[in-house]
């Protein structure tokens, strides 16, 4: 199994600094991608979001053990603890995914990144639902998500408070997958025209306020072997690789 992966990020208007923050670790021939959205809000956010990110990777590429659900949410548990405590006014959304496989892959979430598959037409199909106010009672379309502005009130996030455990699912994804994680900036604030155009590789103008907006892409290749970062961002403050020795 082969796996090409590129990180595009874009400063919104929001914030003076960028808190989306992207986090690739390669052991083998799996990876595990973390895509982060610091909230607006805490002064902390960006901070916290880089520092989860971090903690994740290093320690991904450092374990031996199996990388389970219950290892990851383990492993959140700990950072949590160890961060609360310097973060008192920050909080982030987070999306994992562990590639166990050219079929399989882990799937950990909590807030408003969203993890997509990306069609042949350049057309996103979204594979779960944020934790927002917006569909409390029940799943409903990312799309009319995206219009109300109650999906800006998140139910579940890491916090500083208390730790809230992820959402855990293990899916199967069909040969020769392109996934995408994408903060809310990206699923919420473009179209899907201007989605395709900002994982091609250009920036969307913003014609007033408008949130950070960051795609972690995956290309998962069956058959070929290795990793490859194909990223027009590569060395970016806010994306984070490491290899496993």
Same mark, same amino acid.
């Given at each position: 199994m /082969?796996?090409?992966?590129?990180?595009r990020s874009?400063?919104?208007? =929001?914030?003076?600094?960028?808190?989306?923050?992207? +986090?690739?670790g390669l052991?083998?021939?799996e990876? %595990?991608?973390?895509?982060?959205?610091?909230?607006?809000?805490?002064?902390d !956010?960006?901070?916290?979001?880089?520092?989860?990110? !971090? *903690?994740?990777?290093?320690?991904?590429?450092?374990?031996?053990?199996?990388?389970? *659900?219950e290892?990851?949410?383990?492993?959140? =548990?700990e950072?949590?603890?160890?961060?609360?405590?310097?973060? %008192? @006014?920050?909080?982030?959304?987070?999306? #994992?995914?562990?590639?166990?496989s050219?079929h399989?892959?882990?799937v950990l979430?909590?807030?408003?990144?969203?993890?997509?598959?990306?069609?042949?037409?350049?057309?996103?199909t979204?594979?779960?639902?944020?934790?927002t106010l917006?569909? #409390?009672? +029940?799943?409903?379309?990312?799309?009319?998500?995206a219009?109300? *502005?109650?999906?800006?009130?998140?139910? =579940?996030s $890491?916090?500083?408070?208390? $730790?809230?455990?992820?959402?855990?699912?293990?899916?199967?994804?069909?040969?020769?997958?392109?996934?995408v994680?994408?903060?809310?900036? $990206?699923w *919420?604030? %473009?179209?899907? =025209?201007?989605?395709?155009?900002?994982?091609?590789?250009?920036?969307?103008s913003?014609?007033?306020? /408008?949130?950070?907006? !960051?795609?972690l892409?995956? @290309? #998962?290749?069956?058959?070929?072997?290795?990793? &490859?970062?194909?990223?027009?961002?590569f060395?970016?403050?806010? $994306?984070? &690789?490491?290899?496993?020795?």
């Open positions: /082969g796996i090409e992966i590129s990180w874009q400063t919104g208007t =929001r914030t003076d600094d960028n808190r989306d923050y992207g +986090g690739v052991r083998g021939d990876a %595990l991608c973390v895509v982060l959205d610091g909230s607006t809000k805490g002064p !956010s960006g901070a916290l979001a880089r520092q989860i990110a !971090s *903690a994740l990777i290093d320690w991904y590429v450092s374990t031996d053990q199996d990388i389970t *659900a290892a990851l949410t383990a492993r959140l =548990r950072i949590h603890a160890a961060l609360s405590h310097e973060h %008192l @006014r920050g909080s982030a959304s987070y999306m #994992i995914v562990h590639v166990q050219a399989t892959i882990l979430h909590a807030g408003d990144c969203l993890l997509g598959q990306v069609e042949e037409d350049g057309g996103i979204w594979m779960c639902q944020p934790h917006a569909n #409390i009672v +029940g799943e409903i379309p990312v799309a009319e998500i219009r109300l *502005a109650v999906r800006h009130r998140l139910t =579940r $890491f916090r500083p408070r208390e $730790f809230m455990p992820p959402d855990a699912t293990q899916r199967k994804i069909p040969k020769d997958s392109i996934l994680l994408g903060t809310d900036g $990206f *919420a604030e %473009l179209s899907a =025209r201007e989605q395709d155009q900002f994982l091609n590789g250009n920036d969307v913003m014609t007033g306020e /408008g949130d950070d907006r !960051s795609a892409c995956i @290309r #998962i290749i069956d058959g070929a072997t290795g990793s &490859v970062v194909r990223d027009p961002q060395g970016a403050e806010n $994306f984070y &690789v490491k290899t496993a020795p």
